[in-house]
């Protein structure tokens, strides 16, 4: 895979966006070229210089922006005293709304990776006439059987680990919601209770990305920082199956099924069932479907090849 080179941004800074927040957002690219939103994963992820990498820098407006709460964006979910109450998908989406308008962009392309995808969806299905054509990697929708899936079913595959994350939990929560559970750890005025729930939450999503068992866990997950702002913003958002109504990504994708589109997801991605994309496919004709065999939870190798191709292919119809 011959990724585009790296570049730096001609332009970034922090958008007032209320609710006390600020969020960090910078350009690179070709500032005449065709606007892309970058739409990181997590939540709270935050995005990286490589995610620009998979566009042409002559043909793009490259622009990412860091999430409520995250990477360079203010104040950061680390600090246990932020609260999170205005952090939702709609505030998100009406940040991107936002920052769009500040930004000066008509329309633009959304490239979304994981919980990039369920926020990408959302804002499309919203605000269709906004959007050129989407980008979407790793796909999920982040509704309750997603969550449940993620945080329970999943254990099936990968007993040892899932009992381990259970049973860090109070006796009295192992049974519901776990994310609920743990985001209450991560409540507690202890923070040495915090710290531990942060550290158990990446323990366990490190645990089911790796399929085969061989990859070490993410280095950001050795960040403290890094590790108590995604745990807090995660469970955040999975408690609340991400304030959407149960399958209405699905349902209303008929708002969007007149735009161009990919949906690049691993056969064997058992983060994320190859289920969602598949049917999202069904409803979304000018969508296309890429199930990649032999790979997991994944944005390299193949999954990049087949990104790089439609933005390319995007970029020449512009």
Not at 173 to 197: F, H, I, Q
Request: aromatic share 8%; proline share 7%; net charge negative.
């Amino acid at each position: 895979m011959a990724f585009y080179p790296e570049i730096e941004p001609y332009d970034s800074g922090l958008l007032d966006v209320g609710d006390g927040n600020q969020i960090h957002w910078e350009t690179s690219g070709n500032p005449d070229g065709a606007p892309a939103l970058l739409v990181h994963g997590g939540p709270g992820s935050g995005c990286v210089p490589g995610m620009r990498r998979s566009f042409d820098p002559e043909r793009y407006r490259i622009i990412a922006f860091d999430q409520r709460g995250c990477g360079r964006s203010t104040p950061h979910a680390a600090d246990a005293a932020v609260d999170l109450a205005t952090n939702t998908t709609h505030h998100l989406i009406a940040d991107m709304e936002q920052l769009r308008e500040h930004l000066g962009v008509q329309r633009w392309l959304l490239a979304g990776w994981s919980w990039g995808t369920t926020l990408s969806l959302a804002y499309a299905e919203r605000h269709p006439d906004r959007v050129t054509a989407l980008a979407l990697t790793a796909v999920t929708t982040t509704g309750p059987a997603d969550v449940e899936w993620i945080t329970r079913d999943v254990g099936r595959l990968f007993p040892e680990a899932w009992s381990r994350f259970r049973d860090q939990l109070p006796e009295a929560d192992r049974d519901g919601n776990l994310a609920d559970g743990y985001a209450r750890l991560l409540a507690n005025p202890d923070a040495r209770v915090r710290e531990k729930a942060a550290r158990d939450w990446c323990d366990w999503e490190a645990s089911h990305v790796d399929v085969d068992g061989t990859r070490p866990p993410p280095a950001r997950y050795g960040d403290p920082v890094y590790r108590m702002c995604f745990a807090r913003l995660v469970t955040h958002y999975w408690r609340h199956a991400a304030w959407l109504p149960d399958g209405e990504l699905l349902r209303d994708v008929g708002r969007i099924a007149h735009l161009p589109a990919v949906l690049i997801h691993g056969r064997l991605d058992v983060s994320c069932p190859s289920e969602t994309p598949w049917q999202l496919a069904q409803r979304w004709p000018a969508a296309r479907l890429h199930l990649v065999p032999g790979v997991g939870h994944s944005s390299g190798g193949v999954m990049a090849d087949h990104l790089v191709d439609f933005l390319d292919d995007v970029s020449r119809r512009v």
